[in-house]
């Protein structure tokens, strides 16, 4: 790692991040990698990033919202395929968004098909984010709906859908959705969910969607950095940044803050399949292709230049949606294994879990506007560090 490491600290030196924190291990137990460079925070004053720092993780939340949806199925609360719209009466009601008249009103028709569990799962159930959505926010403000703030799920992401569900793949709030669903099948918030199914078995104590009532978290948690359009160094930002910021629920898809640390433990608890957060049969299928012929199509489609995505994604056409993340669905890849899962979050952060290979590693720092070029190259170079070293440690 020695070469990841030159590159690191050179972007502490050259301005292009203020700090991060790297961490992988293997299924052997031979590679344990931990590093941290930089700063957490230079505002008021210098305080280093170190292995207990706490991360606004955004989209890597995620993953833990899907096991949470994959324990409620196990419990047999809910099938994969069942619909969902009984348990979320303000999605059930939204029509599918077609265009807009010249003057501007919104034209929809009807939804034809259920929303099942498994499209809010895969970004395939027609809903999409605002950021990448224009005509969302067309919507929004064709209907006058305020920007915010939005105090809960159905506010924020009660939108029509982009297109049938089933039928396309989309960016969004699908795994928000599916934490409501969470929270009404089990009579718990998502945060006790969590605490009782996956922070408590694998003994983590740094993870939690509300922070503020952290008081042990607050010096530790790293300030948001800026890209200084003049410079093109990172800046630290005046005021801490929250994406989840008036919500009263937790935000299944975005709303977690961790310790990188804490997080390494779930991705590794998968990789062994140590049975502590899934039977080994579901875990199994998160590792599988998930969409249907159409929705796989508009994912390849998607990431033929994913400008929005954190992370690296070369153009194989070799990509499918798992139960957790976007998935390597091929062998061209120069070191991802078929089945490889991976996702980020938007604050320049990303994680991936190879079963094949046997690796999992998690790099964050925090800086915005997410799909930072520079933040992605370093991100490369880590990921392939990690196959190589797991792959030096094998042989010895």
């Known amino acids: 790692m020695e070469g990841v490491e030159t590159l690191m600290n050179k972007a502490v030196q050259d301005g292009t991040i203020l700090g991060a924190v790297l961490l992988a291990k293997d299924k052997s ?3 344990n990698y931990y590093n941290a460079f930089g700063s957490r925070t230079v505002v008021p004053e210098e305080k280093p990033m170190e292995k207990d720092t706490i991360f606004l993780m955004a989209s890597m939340t995620k993953l833990m ?10 419990r047999g609360l809910i099938k994969l395929d069942d619909d969902v719209t009984g348990l979320l009466p303000v999605l059930a009601k939204q029509e599918v968004l077609t265009g807009f008249s010249e003057d501007g009103k919104p ?11 498994r499209q809010l799962l895969t970004h395939s159930f027609g809903g999409a984010y605002d950021f990448l959505s224009p005509d969302i926010v067309k919507y929004r403000e064709y209907h006058k709906i305020p920007e ?21 793949w989309l960016y969004g709030p699908g795994l928000d959705w599916a934490g409501q669903v969470v929270e009404k099948l089990t009579g718990t918030t998502l945060e006790e969910h969590m605490q009782q199914n996956i922070w408590g078995p694998l003994g983590l104590r740094d993870i939690t969607f509300w922070p503020e009532a952290r008081a042990d978290m607050q010096p530790r948690r790293a300030a948001m950095a800026i890209r200084d359009a003049a410079t093109g160094k990172a800046v630290q930002s005046r005021k801490p940044i929250n994406i989840s910021a008036g ?18 433990e779930i991705l590794r608890s998968l990789l062994v399949d140590d049975g502590r957060l899934l039977r080994r049969a579901t875990t199994e299928a998160m590792f599988r292709p998930q969409l249907s012929p159409a929705a796989k199509a508009a994912l390849l489609a998607n990431f033929k230049h994913p400008e929005w995505a954190v992370g690296h994604f070369p153009d194989t056409e070799e990509y499918d949606w798992g139960l957790g993340g976007i998935l390597i669905d091929g062998d061209k890849h120069p070191f991802r294994k078929r089945n490889a899962m991976l996702w980020s979050g938007n604050a320049n952060l990303s994680w991936f879990l190879d079963r094949t290979a046997g690796v999992c590693g998690v790099f964050g720092t925090q800086l915005l506007p997410p799909a930072d070029p520079q933040i992605e190259e370093l991100i490369k170079a880590f990921e392939e560090g990690v196959y190589s070293l797991s792959g030096a440690k094998t042989k010895l």
Not at 107 to 117: A, S
């Open 29 to 31: 137990g031979n590679v």
């Open 65 to 74: 919202t899907t096991i949470a949806a994959l324990q409620v199925v196990e």
């Open 107 to 117: 034209t929809v028709e009807k939804r034809r098909k259920p929303i099942t569990l």
């Open 148 to 168: 915010g703030p939005r105090t809960t799920i159905d506010e924020a992401f009660g939108t029509p859908l982009l297109h049938q569900p089933g039928e396309g």
């Open 247 to 264: 919500l009263t629920q937790a935000a299944g898809g975005q709303g977690a803050f961790a310790g990188l640390a804490d997080y390494l």
